[in-house]
């Protein structure tokens, strides 16, 4: 388990102390160490713990954010420079290509606006299909199609595994990485920053404030006021892999101006994902019951109008994601109230797909310099890596997807190693599959144990507070 650091008070401060490792935060921390910096990354969960948990996790082409805005510039560098920074990763990456269905005339216009603003922007191969051709492409699609707007670029990806990729990057680029420890105070003197954390103090000459949901809270221990943040829930429902033929294809309904809408999604791992509906929350908090009857319903209504025959009694799991919006935009600026803090706010969708580029931008706002070009990882660092990867062997531990102890082992050595049962799960799959951990989750747990060194009653499933036993165990002796 992590330990306390409270010596680096001792230490010349860091050049830069970033808050938050999702993908935000932790592609920032990596990439500022390509440009030679020193950095630590200070995250309050296990793990990532936001957004990046629970998202689509789908690299959209760019054709649709509003002209002007970061969503759209930094959209489109994300999306075209993701494919290399995954591959740089080790992280899954499939292009699948996407449909945007439209059901009536003024949604084809619609489709008619993005195809001539996606061409303005070089996407290359956007075309609009006929009915017909939507249905020899995807025959599952609803009949009462009219037309859909095709994008061959498209792709979906793992959003943990490459948050976490990202925070080993960092880590093998020589920052400093603090997890369960969330920034409670901050104060600024005349060399930078004094951050105070759960686990301890740090000193950092700049701060970038990649808190997602907490980043209000965030800037306001730093001296920023005004930033407003509100919580944006999402809903999902899960499909088990043996419906994965069902749908090629990313299919989208035309947008509102709040969310992208309900979709059907062909994971990178092979199942089908659908959802996310929109709820708006008056303030940052995520929601604390997950899911709602009324919302998994709306989800399920919404899917089927693109796909009327899909076999809802395959759902796997349910669960929610919180996008955090400031406003219609991302805001990434220095801040002006308080010099050295920079602001990434209001990440929401296409956070992901921008996620590598916002990383190239701040890091270019923080020190003037740009990341040089990712290069694919070699066949050995992809594979150390990504224990997923680790060649297994040995026994199986979770059956539905056919995860060894090896790989457990694996994900729970080295640099920002699972420390918790959803660590485990995220890394390796394990707990993911049709029977969602009933058959491996005591196995794991007792890996766990033995190679974090600490009794089965001090494993948690997502951190400090979600101890998964209590009172006597087998294990504690009579
Ligand atoms: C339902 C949904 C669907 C989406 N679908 C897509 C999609 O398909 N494609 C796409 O491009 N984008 C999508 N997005 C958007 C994308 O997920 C986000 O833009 C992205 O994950 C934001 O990453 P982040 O690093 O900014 O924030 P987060 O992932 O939320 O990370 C912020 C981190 O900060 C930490 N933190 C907070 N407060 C503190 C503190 N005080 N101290 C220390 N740490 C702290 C949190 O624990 C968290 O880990 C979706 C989002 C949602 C919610």
């Given amino acids: 388990m992590p330990s306390r650091h409270p010596s680096w008070l001792n230490h010349a401060p860091f050049d830069a102390a970033i808050v938050g490792a999702g993908v935000v935060g932790a592609l920032t921390a990596r990439a500022l160490t390509r440009v ?26 760019g054709y649709d954010p509003e002209r002007g805005t970061l969503k759209a510039a930094l959209g489109l560098a994300g999306a075209r420079a993701f494919e290399v920074t995954a591959a740089a990763l080790g992280v899954p990456f ?33 075309r609009l299909l006929d009915r017909e051709e939507v249905l020899t492409r995807e025959p599952a699609v609803n009949p009462a199609v009219l037309a859909a707007l095709y994008s061959p670029d498209t792709a979906v990806t793992s959003p943990f595994e490459l948050a976490v990729a990202a925070v080993q990057g960092a880590i093998a680029g020589g920052a400093e ?13 005349a060399a930078g920053f004094t951050i105070g954390t759960s686990r301890g103090q740090v000193r950092a000459r700049r701060l970038v404030n990649a808190a997602g949901l907490g980043a209000k809270r965030v800037a306001g221990l730093a001296g920023h006021q005004g930033l407003d943040v509100r919580g944006r829930v999402g809903e999902y ?31 990178v791992h092979g199942n089908v994902l659908l959802g996310p509906n929109a709820e708006n929350l008056a303030d940052a908090d995520a929601r604390a019951n997950a899911v709602t009857r009324q919302g998994l319903a709306e989800v399920a209504e919404g899917a089927r109008r693109l796909v009327p025959g899909l076999p809802i009694d395959r759902v796997i799991a349910t669960f929610s994601g ?59 660092t992809a594979l150390s890596e990504s224990p997923r990867r680790t060649p297994g062997g040995g026994r199986i531990v979770c059956r539905c997807e056919g995860v ?18 959803d660590g485990v799960k995220q890394r390796t799959r394990a707990g993911m599959g049709r029977c ?15 190679e974090l060194g600490e009794p089965v009653s001090r494993v948690t499933k997502a951190g400090a507070g979600s101890e998964l036993f209590s009172g006597r165990t087998k294990e504690a002796g009579p």
């Fill in 322 to 380: 919180t996008r955090a919006v400031a406003g219609g935009d991302f805001v990434i600026e220095p801040s002006e109230q308080v010099p050295g803090l920079i602001n990434v706010v209001g990440i929401a969708s296409p956070g992901l797909t921008a996620s590598p580029a916002i990383a190239g931008h701040v890091t270019r706002l923080l020190s003037g310099r740009t990341p040089p070009p990712e290069e694919p990882a070699t066949g050995a």
């Fill in 94 to 126: 499939r292009r699948t290509g996407s449909l945007m269905l439209a059901f009536d005339e003024s949604e084809g216009q619609t489709l008619r606006h993005y195809l001539a603003q996606g061409r303005g922007r070089g996407l290359r191969g956007l």
């Fill in 436 to 450: 969602q951990g009933s058959f491996c989750g005591p196995r794991v747990v007792e890996i766990m144990a033995r």
């Fill in 36 to 61: 030679g910096l020193r950095v630590i990354l200070v995250e309050a969960g296990a793990d990532p713990a936001g957004a990046t948990k629970a998202n689509s996790g789908i690299v959209h082409p």
């Fill in 237 to 267: 429902l899960l499909l088990d892999r043996d419906v994965e033929e069902l749908v090629k294809m990313v299919l989208y309904p035309v947008p509102s101006p709040f969310s992208k809408g309900i979709l059907v999604v062909p994971t």
């Fill in 404 to 421: 060894t102890e090896a790989e457990v082992i694996a994900a729970i050595r080295g640099p920002f190693g699972a420390t918790t049962l």
């Fill in 177 to 189: 990485a603090w997890r369960e420890a969330e920034v409670t105070g901050v104060e600024r003197g």
